[in-house]
């Protein structure tokens, strides 16, 4: 017989009663009827219940031992009472006599529970991850994680990607997040750089003749936390191919994306979800900011934003008729279905904008036709009523208003969407919607500078080329730049390359770049590109994001193995940490305080 086990904690069944088997793991429960000890053992397979009478020689030894110690048990398998069947488990309909134990590894008391979701502060699963991720929910997390990656790579290479391996220690570039640096013991002052992205190693793969390439890519940021993005490090699907338009990208990444959700679509035993079929929708981002007030829109929601400004002009509602005279916008959010509501919904609307940091969010009620508010009241019931027509609003339909310049007021009318969807129920469950941004702008102008500065990517091709950068305005040119979005999460930025030197030139010259800079900190992509380099584009869709709406987690803490906090900090390796001084001596670094 095995030292440790002859069957895992997920494999015994009804066919195996009467056999003497040998299984190990965590003691996961205990209970105690009547004298007789009833334990739950869990393996990284699942859960076998162990049984032990006062007269086996395990009784005494499983009576005393803490949850989470680690034993190995022998015994028989025997067929539960029908009552006692629990159809839940795989192990339900049998049970194992204890006849002996060895404890492999006492447990000490507990700083949180394993079994059981109940909430723990994050400092405490942070600095006990290694207990976290025994526990049922962040198990299957982290192992969908490990699924998913597969089934990309397996996707990737069906699709004639080759999977190729870029640089960890690099040169710093302005790619818009701060860099990690690492300094170097063997020239003095000079320091690495940790790769944001592999942005021009794959380019460079492009360059040098490797059609498709992709990696399941590290990539390092000196970012603060949020919902959807880890400090420090996160894992993106890193692609790029030469000779394609941006049609050909969305073809080749859309089904791998498409495949994934699908695969896992009914994870945790859920009804499986449904998933945007291809070709995903494409929407230009003038659209989206318009409509949807984003441009990462959560198509599962239907409220669309409508620009109003001119049912206002010369308006009695002076507000905002002031606005539309001042060459800015009012965009309008509907709220359907609201009349059984009362006006506090509304006023807590206005009232959670001015939280935000915004004036307030203006509003109509309707209820049977008759109009109410403010707004109503001054704008006329003719006027309010033609403005709702033009929405296709009903009778007891309501809506807000945001007004302002037309970036305030999209970013308003976005957040509202938001709320105003989730407050009245309107998101669609079960459903991962896709759909592609399109059309970004190529620059954007820089109101803290007072220059016109690169919007998305320095590295991405304009519409028109150098025609368009010698003759149109740069705030008119737009780029072959994309983002695909799901469920209001941005999965990846990405873009046709700019792969000819002098557009590069000038582009970056448009942005106040000399061509000198240009040489200095672009030089091994400039340089590659003088000497024969193909059209070429990519993308990157982040990993821990889409495992994170895979498994329907609110937050990527919960889908990535050791995550840091909130501050960048790794409790439970005690990470960051001071150097020894023999160690900056290397470096030839001196710590100021």
């Not at 498709?212 to 590290?218: E, L, M, T, V």
């Not at 904008?353 to 019931?381: D, M, S």
Request: net charge negative; charged share 25%; with cysteine.
């Amino acid at each position: 017989m095995h030292a440790y086990r002859t069957h895992t904690c997920a494999q015994l069944g009804a066919a195996d009663a009467g056999q003497t088997v040998k299984l190990s793991g965590w003691v996961h429960r205990k209970r105690d009827h009547g004298g007789v000890l009833f334990i739950d053992l869990r393996d990284h397979h699942g859960i076998t219940q162990i049984v032990a009478g006062p007269s086996s020689p395990a009784f005494p030894v499983l009576d005393r031992i803490r949850l989470e110690s680690v034993v190995t048990v022998v015994g028989e398998v025997v067929l539960r009472e029908a009552g006692a069947v629990n159809p839940k488990l795989p192990t339900g309909a049998i049970e194992v006599r204890a006849k002996d134990i060895v404890v492999q590894s006492a447990a000490e008391e507990l700083p949180m529970p394993v079994a059981g979701e109940a909430d723990y502060p994050e400092d405490i699963r942070l600095k006990y991850r290694f207990l976290d991720l025994r526990r049922e929910r962040l198990h299957a997390n982290i192992m969908l994680r490990s699924h998913v990656i597969a089934s990309l790579r397996r996707r990737m290479i069906e699709q004639g990607f080759t999977e190729f391996q870029t640089p960890i220690l690099t040169a710093s570039s302005p790619e818009g997040a701060r860099d990690y640096l690492v300094p170097s013991r063997v020239h003095p002052g000079k320091f690495y750089a940790l790769p944001q992205a592999p942005q021009m190693f794959k380019q460079l793969m492009m360059v040098a003749g490797f059609d498709r390439y992709f990696q399941i890519a590290p990539c390092f940021r000196d970012e603060d936390a949020r919902a959807d993005r880890s400090p420090g490090e996160f894992y993106q699907l890193d692609f790029e191919m030469s000779f394609v338009t941006q049609d050909d990208v969305f073809a080749a990444i859309e089904p791998v994306l498409a495949g994934v959700f699908e695969e896992f679509a009914g994870f945790g035993g859920r009804e499986p979800w449904a998933v945007t079929k291809g070709p995903f929708p494409r929407i230009p981002y003038a659209e989206a900011i318009l409509k949807y007030g984003s441009d990462k829109p959560d198509l599962r929601n239907p409220l669309i934003i409508h620009d109003v400004g001119e049912h206002f002009r010369g308006s009695g509602f002076g507000l905002f008729a002031r606005v539309v005279e001042a060459g800015q916008v009012v965009r309008a959010i509907p709220a359907p279905n609201t009349a059984g509501l009362s006006r506090k919904f509304f006023d807590d609307m206005n009232e959670w904008a001015r939280a935000q940091g915004f004036p307030g969010l203006g509003y109509v009620t309707r209820k049977g036709g008759e109009f109410g508010g403010p707004i109503a009241k001054n704008h006329g019931e003719a006027a309010t009523a033609a403005l709702f027509d033009a929405m296709g609003l009903g009778p007891d339909d309501g809506c807000f208003f945001a007004a302002g310049k037309p970036a305030d007021a999209a970013k308003l009318a976005g957040l509202a969407r938001t709320r105003i969807g989730e407050q009245l129920g309107l998101i669609e469950q079960g459903q991962f919607k896709f759909c592609w941004i399109v059309d970004f702008p190529m620059f954007e102008y820089n109101e803290d500078e007072k220059k016109i500065d690169f919007s998305h990517n320095p590295f991405s091709m304009p519409q028109g080329e150098l025609e368009a950068l010698e003759t149109k305005d740069p705030l008119d040119i737009l780029a072959y730049q994309y983002d695909i979005v799901c469920n209001g999460v941005e999965l990846s930025s990405g873009a046709i390359r700019n792969h000819k030197p002098e557009i590069m030139y000038k582009a970056f010259a448009i942005a106040g770049y000399t061509k000198d800079q240009v040489d200095a900190n672009f030089s091994g992509m400039i340089n590659a590109f003088k000497f024969g380099a193909p059209p070429h584009g990519g993308s990157a869709p982040g990993v821990d994001r889409m495992v994170m709406l895979i498994a329907d987690e609110p937050n990527l803490r919960e889908v990535v193995v050791f995550p840091m906090t909130q501050k960048a900090e790794d409790l439970m390796m005690g990470a960051p940490a001071p150097a020894t001084p023999r160690q900056l001596r290397e470096l030839h670094i001196r710590v100021v305080d």
